[in-house]
């Protein structure tokens, strides 16, 4: 009886403590009398208005990003309501802190701004026993599952388990923009090892201390894991890979796309985005997507991702074969123009693009020969739309279209400001991370922004909703021309 007692008395501090049901000093004068909150806290009782202007506060008075990204993450670990709501109320400004671009840095120095495990850490430790792992996640009904291994995170690379701040940022969108319950949602990170020699000499590092796992135990390892997703949350369970590596995102992707509900946001999330995008241009430029010359610098999953959804536009828009709308599209990679010539050597997901024109070793080189109307940087690689790209595309094109895709910031192909400035103003511009206004010539440009943010949490909504078991393209497509 006495140990009843206790354990209710001591409901009340468990309650402060859980992150899903703190409110802070908003509990109430009832709801600290029924849940023996009192003298748990002081005696002010203040409004979740009042505790969001407090943080906000707080937050803009860090003049670091990192700082910003802490205290998101720290709220967010305390008292998670208030994290929503100011998230959900402040998205534009904080957008930006919980996720692209503060959140690559994040990654890269994890190891030692963490403090609370957030999320379900699945390392080669636990091979044969993922099911058991699963199971210690204390929610039983997951809707939507975030998981990396942390290969290819943002244009920043190899960043190994530090990659969890991607799946954790990624679903705090799902929820702050989609409406998915935060208790609906599990980011995963895999951890097979990194290649990262930093990372494998930091002292912080909080991952394995091993290379990569590849080949067959790479490919065992994923299968466990999957198979193990569906057997304890079902096939209903949304599955959205992300950040990859391209040799394994495409593969996992072909190979899982007919058994379970899965999505690639790199190759799928970043197309609609873009194609959606292409689609809101035409409007303001007129004409038709098929009447463009598209050139991308960059040929991995965004890429040719794009690339495949923008024919398969084309081919549905004009009822041509998509063999020949692929004719309109253009990828340049580390080695230069994808030509017929280089076809025997390509990756299988560059194979497609390999037209008949002679070989061309530089973006520059390629923008004068295609003369492309639409021009993509996919490569996650920062400042390659030089002055001399930009001035050649619009030397002649009267409105080129320029995206700048590869994040964070300092991965984009080029800056809002020397888009605008280069293309004298005429340029059509949108990037992957965000970009302040810019004022040229008298004039205030204001860039776009094609982030994947703006599909995948409305996408993985609609999918969840819908009880959809598999994804299918005719979805994304909807999903561009809905967006
Ligand atoms: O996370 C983002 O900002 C967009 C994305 O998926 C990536 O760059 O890999
Ligand atoms: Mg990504």
Redesign the pocket.
């Known amino acids: 009886m006495l140990k009843l007692a206790c354990m209710v008395r001591c409901s009340g501090y468990n309650l402060m403590r859980d992150p899903r049901y703190n409110k802070g000093l908003a509990f109430t004068e009832r709801e600290r009398e029924t849940h023996y909150l009192r003298g748990l806290l002081p005696p002010a009782i203040v409004s979740q208005e009042l505790q969001e202007r407090k943080i906000m506060n707080n937050i803009r008075q860090y003049q670091v990003p990192l700082q910003r990204y802490m205290a998101m993450m720290d709220l967010q670990e305390n008292n998670e309501r208030l994290f929503y709501k100011l998230l959900i109320d402040n998205v534009e400004e904080l957008l930006p802190v919980v ?2 671009p503060t959140v690559g840095e994040a990654c890269q120095k994890y190891g030692s701004i963490f403090s609370r495990p957030q999320g379900l850490f699945i390392s080669l430790k636990e091979k044969g026993k993922i099911l058991e792992v699963l199971k210690n996640w204390p929610e039983r009904s997951i809707q939507v599952i975030v998981v990396t291994d942390g290969e290819r995170i ?2 920043l690379g190899d960043l190994g388990c530090q990659g969890m701040g ?1 799946p954790v940022g990624k679903l705090a969108l799902y929820t702050a923009l989609g409406g998915v319950r935060p208790s609906a949602c599990l980011p995963i990170t895999l951890d097979v090892g990194t290649n990262n020699k930093d990372l494998l000499n930091d002292e912080f590092y909080i991952g394995l201390r091993q290379r990569r796992a590849t080949g067959q135990e790479y490919t065992d390892f994923l299968q466990e894991f999957m198979t193990a997703v569906k057997q304890n949350y079902g096939e209903k369970v949304l599955i959205q890979f ?2 990859f590596a391209n040799h394994n995102a495409f593969e996992l992707l072909a190979r899982y796309g007919t058994t379970h509900l899965v999505f690639n ?2 190759i799928q ?2 197309a609609s985005v873009v194609l959606a995008g292409l689609i809101a241009a035409q409007k303001l430029l007129g004409g038709t997507l098929a009447e463009h010359t598209f050139l991308f610098l960059g040929a991995g999953e965004a890429g040719t991702g794009i690339a495949e959804l923008i024919a398969l536009e084309i081919s549905r828009q004009t009822k041509a074969p998509i063999e020949e709308c692929r004719k309109k599209i253009w990828l340049v990679d580390s080695k230069g123009l994808i030509v017929s010539s280089r076809k025997e050597s390509l990756q299988h997901f560059k194979k497609p693009w390999a037209h008949e024109h002679e070989t061309i070793g530089n973006l520059l080189d390629a923008v004068n020969a295609i003369k492309p109307t639409v021009l993509i940087g996919t490569s996650g690689k920062g400042q390659t739309f030089t002055q001399d790209v930009i001035e050649a595309i619009s030397s002649f094109n009267e409105r080129p279209i320029i995206l700048a895709l590869s ?1 964070p910031t300092s991965q984009s192909e080029c800056t809002a400001e020397q888009a605008y400035t280069w293309s004298k103003g005429r340029a059509v511009f949108a990037t ?1 991370s965000p970009f302040d206004p810019v004022e040229y010539d008298g004039k205030i440009y204001v860039p776009g922004q094609a ?3 703006y599909i995948f949490p409305g996408f993985g909504l609609g999918v969840v909703m819908s009880g959809a078991i598999r994804v299918h393209d005719d979805m994304l497509l909807a999903a561009c021309k809905y967006s």
């Open positions: 996720y692209t943002l244009g991607i992300e950040d946001d790199d999330g970043t994040n992957g982030n994947n943010a």
